[in-house]
């Protein structure tokens, strides 16, 4: 395995690139980054002591006294964060108390009628001036509420004026710990949770105004997603660090959990800024293509693409002319037209909507456009991917002829019928190989798939395996099994390549036959050997096994020409043995 700074660097590289785009933008709109309170925040956690499970977590959690929980505001995880911890049992022991910044405290009598039911939730955010007061995305923070409330939690709001004014913020964390003190003599046994803008997590800011207030009492800090604790933790050698301890004395622990990459949360407050930046008036959604354009970029100087290359040897031609339309939409009125008017067959149209509604955004291969519905990290990071993939093949690549849809994975190109039924299976897979690929390097977070996940659904209820594979019981038993001795065969067809037995000789004919499959289990069976390939790929190049000039070279393979997608495929897992 690669040394620490190694992985470090490898796995980072494509994030960092995308990063430098978006942070000048929010820079550009935002000049307040570099103030000082901030700057308190950023320079106190700039490293950790080890690394922690999250069963570590909940278990430090629900044995402290207050525990003061950093807070993103424009990234949904940093609230549904706390959300999942409210639901836990395990912090259920004792009384729960719930305290938020987004609610000032003048306004508790309204927090207390929304929490015996007396008004409902449109009510709520009408009252607390929720839009104008604060502005921040509306269902997370509800759903850490509704959390709060069902769990039987007190919930108290904590801040004061004025908001938008960083020469008062002294005064905010005075009044904050105040009032959580005030909290702790009225809930004297409860556990406390505050939930508070990650800058006034500073240790010189609120967490040392409480410590005066309450010199007994025991602190928790829960970070969250610390840019620099992240990148730190990226060279660690398992695939994704969730928490670790950042310092532990006998009066205050602090940890940082992640569930969320910096990428992440620096595109979703550009978004807030987007929508903060338009006329109140406007209703429409969120403009998402200099998020895709941004990934897409990503990818791009990752893998050292020159986007106004003349020719499309070792780079594709003029990629800079290529870039995809982006369709940022709430419903899917409009993807219903575009479908209608371009030669997508009935099948592969229902196939495009389902993806829509689990994924919440979808690449259109025949006219080069990216749908978005809800912006996901791993969703638009594929997309992207397989954006690139076109691209560097040549747009458009689509032969002449009849679509063959029962043939064509998901997001793949659709399959002209000149195109043999094995190349036009692995085709698909490779697609969606290089598209999990890329999704890992832009998202590293994303969880890994290996063949041990497949062997563990075997394991699963009859109900869980159809809901994961969204295919019936016996469709679903019989693709695993297909998956399973494809990946299987292969593994002995890799160790036979380097050391032939007559006994069992090996030919890459005996692997490499696209299964009778059609429909959705075909789709589910090329997406998975897919997937597992594309994983197989971010290893290696974890590894240093493979470098971004050969990924470069198998982005530009040209895998819809007849006879070529399955040798690339052989070719490949020979590569990845």
């Known amino acids: 395995m690669a040394t620490t700074g190694i992985l470090r660097s490898r796995r980072s590289a494509a994030q960092l690139h995308a990063i430098a785009s978006v942070e000048r933008e929010i820079r550009a709109i935002d000049p307040a980054a570099g103030r000082k309170y901030l700057r308190d925040f950023r320079d106190a956690y700039r490293s950790y002591q080890k690394v922690l499970t999250p069963s570590d977590v909940r278990h430090q959690i629900a044995n402290a006294g207050i525990v003061l929980v950093g807070d993103y505001h424009a990234l949904p995880n940093s609230q549904g964060y706390l959300a999942s911890l409210l639901r836990d049992p395990e912090l259920h022991q004792r009384p729960v108390v719930l305290g938020v910044e987004t609610i000032f405290s003048r306004n508790q009598h309204i927090l207390d009628e929304w929490f015996r039911a007396e008004i409902a939730e449109d009510e709520l955010r009408q009252r607390i001036r929720f839009e104008l007061d604060w502005g921040y995305d509306w269902p997370p923070f509800y759903e850490l509420l509704s959390a709060a409330r069902d769990h039987g939690a007190s919930i108290y709001g904590l801040d004061c004026m004025p908001r938008d004014d960083l020469r008062k913020i002294g005064a905010r964390d005075r009044h904050a710990a105040d009032k959580i003190a005030e909290l702790r003599r009225r809930h004297p046994g409860a556990l406390i949770l505050v939930l508070f803008g990650e800058s006034h997590l500073a240790p010189q800011h609120l967490p040392a105004l409480l410590q005066q207030r309450l010199p007994a009492e025991p602190m928790l800090t829960v970070l969250q997603n610390v840019d620099a604790l992240y990148w730190r933790a990226a060279g660690e050698a398992s695939d994704h660090v969730e928490a670790v301890e950042v310092r532990k004395t006998v009066r205050e622990n602090v940890l940082c959990v992640f569930n969320a990459t910096p990428l992440e949360k620096y595109e979703n407050y550009r978004l807030c800024l987007d929508r903060w930046g338009r006329n109140d008036n406007d209703h429409s959604a969120p403009d998402l293509g200099p998020t895709l354009y941004n990934l897409i970029d990503g ?21 800079v002319d290529l870039m995809p339309e982006v369709y ?13 008017r371009q030669a997508f067959t009935a099948e592969h149209r229902r196939s495009l909507l389902r993806q829509v509604r689990e994924r919440g955004s979808v690449y259109l291969t025949p006219i080069n456009a990216v749908y978005v519905r809800q912006f996901r990290m791993t969703s638009s990071a594929e997309d992207a991917t397989r954006f690139l993939h076109q691209a560097c093949r040549g747009l458009p690549n689509l032969s002449n002829g009849k679509v063959l849809a029962e043939h064509t994975a998901t997001h793949a190109a659709p399959v002209a019928q000149s195109l043999a039924r094995d190349d036009a ?31 563990d659904l075997f ?73 597992l390939t594309g994983n197989d790929l971010y290893d290696a190049y974890l590894e240093g096994r493979l470098t971004t000039a050969a990924l470069r070279q198998l982005f530009l393979t040209h895998i819809e020409q007849p006879g070529v997608a399955r040798e690339a495929y052989i070719q490949l897992r020979a590569r990845l043995r």
């Open 299 to 319: 990818m791009v100087r990752f893998l050292g693409i020159n986007q106004y290359s003349a020719h499309n040897t070792t780079q594709p031609r003029l990629l």
């Open 425 to 455: 299976f692995y085709m698909a897979v490779f697609e969606h190989a290089l598209a999990f690929f890329g999704s890992r390097i832009l998202h590293p977070a994303r969880p890994a798939l290996r063949d041990a996940d497949l062997a």
């Open 459 to 531: 394991d699963v209820t009859r109900e869980d395996l159809e809901h994961q594979t969204a295919l019936p019981f016996a469709a679903a038993v019989e693709a695993l099994d297909f998956l399973i001795q494809h990946r299987e065969h292969v593994l002995r067809y890799n160790h036979s390549y380097k050391q032939r037995s007559r006994r069992q000789p090996s030919t890459p004919e005996s692997f490499a036959q696209a299964p009778a499959f059609t429909g959705r289990q075909y789709e589910y069976v090329a997406q998975q050997l897919g997937y």
């Open 328 to 340: 940022s939409r709430s419903s899917d009125a409009l993807l219903r037209r575009l479908l209608s």
